[in-house]
């Protein structure tokens, strides 16, 4: 009998059927093994310490970023310049001790007391950070008669009443310096020195003819000179009498040879700088006696020591008030020098009458003529202001002795004046010596201050404006001349 073929095939059906279930359902287990490991993975988290590296993604499409934008540095301004150290320097005119001055000092014992003369100036000359004046005598000592003209000798005390009214340094350099010749020029300025003040004008042989002051911080060239009668480079004449031999002893020039003065003031300028000096001033005798306006050959010597560079320059000798000016420099552009040509008396016995080529009383009057240096904090220092305050000499007996004072004329206090030991009709003479000065004085010293004052306000916007122009500073070197090195040596002997 013959198998049946339906039956068969049913057989495979049924083993392939089975076959495909299971790999159907084998399939789906491996599947879920392989999300659920992929969730298990998911949910692990690395610890410190742990070895795991996340994937890293790699941007395929580049981002939108805001533009950059740079953050300056947040660091302070650069400091502005500033005024560091100021110094006032202040000068007056002729201490001319004509006899009839100097014998109201003496006193009952023999002695002398000539501080009544200073009395009312005290205040104004010692609150001064540095105090100048003439010294129109000598102190030639026993050995010369004590007297006035022609012949100029003083007793010693003055020096004590000129030392504690505070002058810090007496000029030695005039017409009658060498009226006690050889000896009394040294002597004078063994005087002078031992009361601890400086001389400046004269010297013994050898030494600097000039001096560098220090004044709070500031150091200050100056030097003196005078003119002269005549000089043969060995003997020279201050006053036209007997000629004095040691010519090392004095600085002068004649009105003939004013290259003198020039040629010496060269070397003069380099030692100053040598010896640091910043700022510098000449005082100088000159001009014509009596005359109230300078002459032409003073306004040419003034114009060629602002072109050798002098800041400032004072003069006297004319024992009038003459005026002020501000010269510029015809070499070097923006150099400025202040200039009164002369400071009258600050004492004398020229009364009103008395010199019959003197002008009214402008014998009687006198200015103490003030400058002011600023020091800033890069080391320049500039001539930052002038000033003049009028004196009066009242030659008074209000208490029954008589007396000679240099009487300050404060404008602004002159309701003060009638203090200062004068009666009414002292006080209005003094009223009247205030007018005369500030007529010759007084536009001359306005031109000055405005001068000055729009100099400050262009240097203070100057200094202002400087951090944010650093090549300023480039420019400056290229164009200013290298100064020499400050030393430290004195340049004038002790006092003794």
């Known amino acids: 009998m013959s198998q049946n073929p339906k039956h068969g095939n049913t057989a495979l059906i049924v083993v392939l059927t089975l076959l495909i279930v299971l790999m159907i359902a084998a399939t789906a287990f491996l599947v879920y093994l392989s ?23 790699t941007e395929t499409q580049p981002q939108q970023t805001e533009p950059e ?43 002398y007391d000539f501080s009544s ?22 102190f030639g000592g026993d050995s010369y008669t004590y007297q006035g003209n022609p012949a100029f000798n003083c007793p010693d005390p003055l020096i004590d ?7 810090d340094m007496l000029l030695t350099a005039n017409n009658h310096a060498g009226d006690t010749m050889n000896d009394g020029i040294s002597r004078t300025l063994e005087i002078v020195r031992g009361a601890g003040l400086t001389a400046l004008g004269s010297q013994n042989s050898g030494e600097k003819r000039y001096a560098v002051v220090d004044v709070n911080g500031i150091k200050i060239g100056m030097v003196c000179y005078t003119w002269a009668y005549s000089g043969n480079g060995s003997t020279f004449s201050l006053n036209g009498l007997t000629p004095v031999k040691d010519e090392g002893q ?3 020039f004649t009105k003939n040879n004013p290259d003198k003065l020039y040629n010496e003031l060269g070397p003069i300028l380099e030692g100053m700088k040598a010896d640091g000096a910043e700022a510098t001033m000449i005082l100088l005798h000159w001009g014509e006696e009596y005359q109230l306006t300078e002459n032409a050959a003073q306004q040419k010597m003034a114009q060629k020591l602002c072109d050798m560079g002098f800041d400032v320059i004072v003069g006297g000798h004319p024992h009038v008030v003459q005026p002020m000016a501000v010269l510029e420099s015809t070499e070097n552009p923006g150099h400025k020098a202040y200039c009164i040509y002369s400071l009258g008396n600050a004492v004398s016995n020229q009364r009103n009458g008395y010199v019959s080529l003197c002008p009214g009383a402008h014998g009687e009057d006198g200015v103490l003529f003030t400058v002011t240096f600023e020091k800033y904090s890069d080391g320049k220092v500039y001539v930052a202001g002038v000033d003049a305050l009028p004196t009066w000499v009242n030659m008074q007996s209000n208490t029954g002795v008589k007396e000679y004072n240099i ?11 009638s203090e200062l030991g004068m009666t009414a009709d002292q006080v209005k003479l003094a009223g009247q010596s205030y007018e005369r000065t500030m007529k010759i004085i007084g536009d001359g010293l306005k031109v000055c201050q405005e001068d000055l004052a729009q100099a400050k306000a262009d240097r203070e916007q100057y200094y202002l404006d400087l951090p944010n122009h650093p090549e300023w500073l480039e420019t400056e070197a290229e164009t200013v001349p290298e100064t020499v090195a400050e030393t430290e040596e004195t340049t004038l002997p002790e006092a003794a």
Not at 118 to 136: H, M, Q, T
Not at 407 to 417: F, N, S, Y
Request: no cysteine; net charge negative.
């Open 35 to 57: 999300i659920d490991l992929v969730n298990k993975e998911a949910d692990v988290t690395p610890t410190q310490g742990s070895s795991m590296q996340l994937p890293q993604t």
């Open 69 to 111: 934008t740079t953050v300056p540095p947040t660091t302070e301004a650069p400091e502005v310049e500033q005024v560091v150290a100021t110094a006032t320097i202040g000068a007056m005119g002729d201490l001319l001790m004509h006899k009839p001055v100097f014998d109201t000092a003496r006193q009952s014992d023999g002695s």
């Open 117 to 138: 003369i200073f009395r009312y100036i005290k205040d104004a000359v010692s609150g001064l950070d540095y105090a100048i004046a003439n010294l129109e005598t000598t």
């Open 161 to 167: 009443a000129v030392k504690d009214a505070g002058y």
């Open 250 to 252: 004095m600085n002068y």
């Open 407 to 417: 009487v300050p004329l404060d404008k602004e206090a002159e309701d003060t004046w």
